[in-house]
């Protein structure tokens, strides 16, 4: 007979797959995010938008085992934080942080795809 | 097996379900899940939970309005409530808990610990043991 704990790991180890699944497809919702913000010229609501779902990736990640990932939205949820109440012009020096944040967030992601093939994540 | 019975309030699918998992299956408690502050407030009078979880950052109604909400209702005035927060939001802890939470977790939080975590809030707060535990 097994233990409740590990019943909820099988039942973990699945609800990671299926977030993992997911992942890239958040990840292009954000990049889109972020492309409005720059079509709308830094407009607040589509960075405040940009904010919040990294902020959500953020937490979520590093809930479902994977904290690197969680931790590479938070330092974009930061950068943003540390921007949004204050002029933004995404064609300064502000566009290229975000751009190479956002970077390091899907590679990332990609990286834990490719380490997350075949095997569950650890967890957070 | 505890009897608990936990109302998780959070807007992001992919947090309740972990920690309707987490709850359920390890600590063994009765487990509601709802989106939203307006949400909660409706599944209060009737699910009677003896601790809610409470997620800080939500659209529409917020965390702490709706812990301001939640005081006004009888069967919630003075429910243990827990905040369920973000790391970038740690130095807002002290905060919340003069908002009236009797705890702040953060997010992200081990699945697999939650439920003791919980329980160990809800002894705390009563001074007694989980019924059942």
């Keep these: 007979m097994t233990s409740p704990s590990a019943d909820l790991e099988a039942q973990l180890t699945s609800l990671r797959a299926d977030y993992a699944a997911l992942l890239p497809g958040k990840i292009a919702s954000i990049e889109q995010t972020w492309r409005a913000v720059l079509l709308e010229h830094g407009d607040r609501q589509a960075l405040k938008q940009l904010h919040r779902s990294l902020h959500i990736l953020a937490g979520s990640a590093g809930t479902y085992g994977l904290p690197s990932v969680s931790d590479k939205a938070r330092a974009v949820e930061l950068y943003i934080e540390s921007v949004v109440h204050c002029a933004f012009d995404p064609a300064d020096a502000q566009r290229d942080q975000i751009d190479a944040l956002l970077g390091a967030l899907r590679a990332e992601v990609e990286a834990a795809a490719v380490c997350g093939r075949g095997k569950g994540s650890d967890p957070a | ?133």
């Design chain 2, 1 to 133: 097996m505890s009897s608990l019975r936990v109302l998780v309030v959070e807007d992001e699918p992919d947090i309740r379900v972990i920690a309707q998992l987490a709850l359920e299956g390890v600590g063994g408690f009765a487990v509601r899940c709802v989106a939203s502050g307006a949400e909660a407030l409706n599944a209060v009078p009737e699910f009677a939970p003896d601790l809610i979880l409470l997620d800080v950052m939500m659209p529409g109604m917020d965390g702490p309005e709706t812990l301001q909400a939640l005081r006004r209702i009888p069967a919630a005035v003075d429910t243990p409530t827990v905040f369920l927060t973000a790391k970038a939001q740690t130095r807002d802890i002290d905060h919340l808990q003069h908002l009236g939470a009797v705890a702040v977790l953060t997010k992200p939080f081990d699945p697999m610990t939650l439920a003791a975590t919980v329980t160990r809030i809800w002894e705390k707060h009563h001074d007694q043991p989980v019924r059942g535990s």
